[in-house]
């Protein structure tokens, strides 16, 4: 295949999955922001989705101030921000215009009537109205962009370079999303150990609302990653951080998990390897078995943030091994 071609292909799957992605993120942090909390944490939360999103000088340069509309205006419809969900529906339909051979016409009608649709939502007020629904709209186009890319395509070089840019932007963005939350998140009084006599009649009922807002707030990034149902079938218990981290990093039967998607990279890349990717199979490889092998005690011990931020490291280098290997040069 053409490098130009896959290329093309690799970008369009992309730009769909952050697309889809962004939305996950921003409609959890809107649903969190729901949650009783002052006003310095709420921006505190805002700003987290920014940094993260390595949006926030983007967004400071924009804005004097930082509010839950302007963050949500500047990650879906600001076109001068390579990464909002606008700009990234119109850089899928682009790619996908520019190999309308490679694709079957479903897969480009698709593309091309979702970012249609996407430009009349945003001459309307639903985004300001209903902000959870129109990032379901989002979820679903990516839904059904993946489902006909399955249900009718030839599972050939050009099916294996869209799986590809799938799997590789949807491990960075789970990782982003486990980073955003769990490095925000603060210990709480039902996190503390058992048997503290601390006024144990004082604050029960404190107590209580606090182990309410953590079930919110931990179902809440389970729902992101469309996982609340599968951590109730694989658990059968509350919700814990511990459990949350161990099933978006290291289940591989969980479909958005970093093992799963490590899983569905390397079996990718084997399909499409040529004579100058045999390294670059091997870094995948040495980091899908890093996934495969650990365990969440010892990666918890080492400090989350610092894992994820390796691993956000290695997923960039593994990217930029793809393109020399497969797509067109970067430029020098």
Known sequence: ??????????????????????????????????LPQSTDDAEQGWRAVLGISELLYGYNQKYDKLTQKDVIDFMVRDPNNPSSIASCLRQARENARAVRGALTTEAWEIQNATWIKMQSYLQTNALEQNPSEFFEWVKHRSHLSRGVTIGTMLEDEAFHFIRLGTFLERADNTARIIDVKFHGAKETPSQKPNGQSQSQSQSQPAQDEVGQIDFYYWAAILRSVSGFEIYRKVYRDVITPERVAELLILRADMPRSLAACMGNVLSNLHHVRNDVSADTERFAGKLHADLKFARIEEILEAGLHDYLTVFLERIFELGNRISRDFLVPLAA
Not at 3 to 21: G, I, K, P, V
Not at 23 to 30: G, I, N, P, S, T
Request: proline share 0%; aromatic share 8%; net charge neutral.
């Open 1 to 34: 295949m053409l490098s130009r071609t896959a290329d093309h292909l690799f970008w369009m799957a992309r730009y769909t999955e952050r697309a889809e992605n962004t939305a996950r993120m921003l409609d959890v942090h809107v649903q969190t922001a729901l």
